[in-house]
């Protein structure tokens, strides 16, 4: 099993300023991913984060507005960009197990 | 492309069973996961299946038939606690661990 801690637990951020959001899971693993939640929809795929390589972006996503970072195993980080009212959402990040898929405990951002 | 879809919500009383379905169209599959979500929460594991027949675990049961492209989410006994949103997920494709979502259905259990 994999257990996931998430910094900062909520924030809210005026718009036009970043947040970066970070992600530590307590085993070594190959690939994680970061999902936004908006509020009352499901979880959508922002991207998957490889060590030692660049992000893949799901449609919709670019990196100049989701940068991330995978310095190692156990690390990534997010950052939302010069957020809107818009990114107000829960981001989650995750990663794989043998048979499941583990989540961090979300970060919930209040952008106004 | 992918599209998984899910009743959007569904209500049921104390003690009852409730039968949560999911219908997949996806161009891979390797398995398919029931998550249970709580307003404000992260998303808890309920169970996972690949291959066809159902997995019960305590109150909780999945069923999966991948030639029909459908599973179910079976809860007995109902608790006011479960109470929530359940999200069906469908891995496959070419990024190993990538799961794609349902829009989750949000069930209310009255007393």
């Known amino acids: 099993s994999a257990v996931i801690s998430q910094k900062p637990s909520r924030d809210i951020c005026q718009r036009g300023t970043s947040l970066t959001i970070q992600c530590q899971v307590d085993s070594q693993v190959t690939m994680m991913f970061w999902y936004r939640q908006q509020p009352g929809q499901s979880l959508t795929l922002i991207a998957t984060?490889?060590?030692?390589?660049?992000?893949?972006?799901e449609s919709g996503f670019v990196i100049d507005k989701f940068p991330i970072s995978r310095p190692n195993l156990t690390f990534s980080t997010l950052t939302v960009s010069n957020m809107s009212p818009e990114d107000s959402s829960i981001y989650l990040c995750?990663?794989?197990?043998?048979?499941?898929?583990?989540f961090g405990p979300g970060t919930r951002l209040t952008v106004t | 492309g992918q599209n998984i879809d899910q009743p959007t919500e569904m209500t049921a009383t104390e003690g009852a069973i409730v039968q949560i379905n999911c219908t997949y169209q996806t161009s891979g599959f390797n398995g398919l996961f029931w998550y249970q979500q709580h307003a404000g929460e992260a998303p808890t594991f309920l169970s996972y299946n690949v291959l066809d027949g159902l997995e019960e675990k305590g109150r909780f049961s999945s069923f999966l038939s991948r030639s029909k492209g459908y599973s179910y989410l079976l809860l007995k006994e109902l608790q006011m606690k479960d109470s929530a949103s359940y999200l069906c997920?469908?891995?496959?494709?070419?990024?190993?661990?990538?799961?794609?979502f349902g829009r989750g259905t949000q069930l209310t259990v009255w007393p």
């Open positions: 984060a490889n060590q030692g390589s660049e992000a893949t972006y």
């Open positions: 995750s990663c794989t197990g043998v048979t499941e898929q583990y």
């Open positions: 997920a469908v891995t496959g494709g070419s990024t190993l661990g990538r799961l794609y």
